[in-house]
């Protein structure tokens, strides 16, 4: 049976209790509308823990006033029920005053790991994120946390930010999932049509495309963005970015000998999708 918290504190007893009794816990954080990419979250979790506790928070600090904060799919029961199938422990749900009381005044940031990519676009985001999992992190104590490799950046971000503030949690990024067509599994698709969503295929068909090219030996960073772009181009109504960079420093340093990772934001009606793919690494998208 999964407990549902809702209360701060209640939920740090709950991880510490857990630990006392010797389990090891295992932190998902979410912000809901759960899809089988979370799930595979929770069976890593499990894998590695004994107490897995996933949060459910949909933080108001990580949207810009222009973004779909009250948009954003919520979807609670059904969320409960996939977390009750799974096995999950505990579901922390705290409510955004729970989390941001009155006189709240104190953010977390990662430096230079935040300003290229999603940081150009949406300058405030990073932030917001470093700051909500600060809290859960300082929540949940010693822990293993899990997040997908998706939001590429934002597990590099957090990883970087729990070795920086030697924070007691091992950061633990675990593939994207993608629906048998290739397109990554994401909150968000719920907004789109049958035909976006079959435009929406040009962006895991780019990314295909430069990964088979990587693999016959293509090295060059531009050639292999101008094989993702070139599909993404022809699809997408808006595109933030389509950039082939090296995975330590997400930037194209040439001193940085990191694997090449190809990452694409783009917007279709009004829905913005990201993917990635680190060539040498990643399955074939
Ligand atoms: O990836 C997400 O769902 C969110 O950014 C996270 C990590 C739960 C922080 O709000």
Request: hydrophobic letters at 40%; a negative charge.
């Amino acid at each position: 049976m999964t407990q549902v918290i809702r209360e701060r504190e209640a939920f740090r007893a709950a991880c510490d209790e857990a630990r006392a009794a010797g389990r090891k816990v295992g932190l998902v954080p979410t912000m809901g509308a759960l899809h089988e990419g979370h799930l595979s979250l929770v069976r890593e979790a499990r894998r590695r823990a004994d107490f897995v506790a996933l949060t459910i928070f949909v933080n108001p600090l990580q949207f810009a006033a222009h973004e779909d904060l009250s948009k954003y799919p919520r979807t609670f029961e059904a969320d409960v029920e996939a977390c009750e199938k799974e096995g999950v422990d505990v579901i922390f749900a705290p409510e955004p005053g729970a989390m941001y009381p009155a006189g709240f005044q104190t953010h977390v940031e990662v430096e230079q790991l935040t300003l290229p990519l999603e940081g150009e676009f949406r300058p405030t985001h990073f932030r917001g994120v470093t700051t909500v999992v600060t809290k859960l992190f300082n929540l949940a104590g010693p822990c293993v946390a899990i997040f997908g490799r998706k939001d590429f950046q934002q597990a590099a971000v957090l990883h970087r930010m729990a070795e920086d503030l030697d924070m007691p949690v091992e950061v633990v990024k675990a593939p994207t999932v993608r629906e048998p067509d290739g397109l990554a599994l994401s909150s968000r698709n719920r907004y789109l049509s049958a035909e976006d969503r079959a435009r929406a295929l040009s962006i895991s068909r780019g990314l295909r495309a430069a990964w088979d090219a990587f693999h016959a030996g293509e090295r060059d960073p531009s050639r292999l963005r101008e094989l993702v772009l070139a599909e993404v181009e022809r699809e997408m109504d808006s595109i933030d970015y389509v950039r082939v960079v090296h995975e330590a420093s997400l930037t194209e340093d040439p001193t940085d000998a990191s694997p090449l990772v190809a990452l694409v934001a783009a917007r279709i009606s009004g829905t913005r999708l990201i993917d990635n793919c680190v060539f040498e690494t990643d399955a074939r998208p």
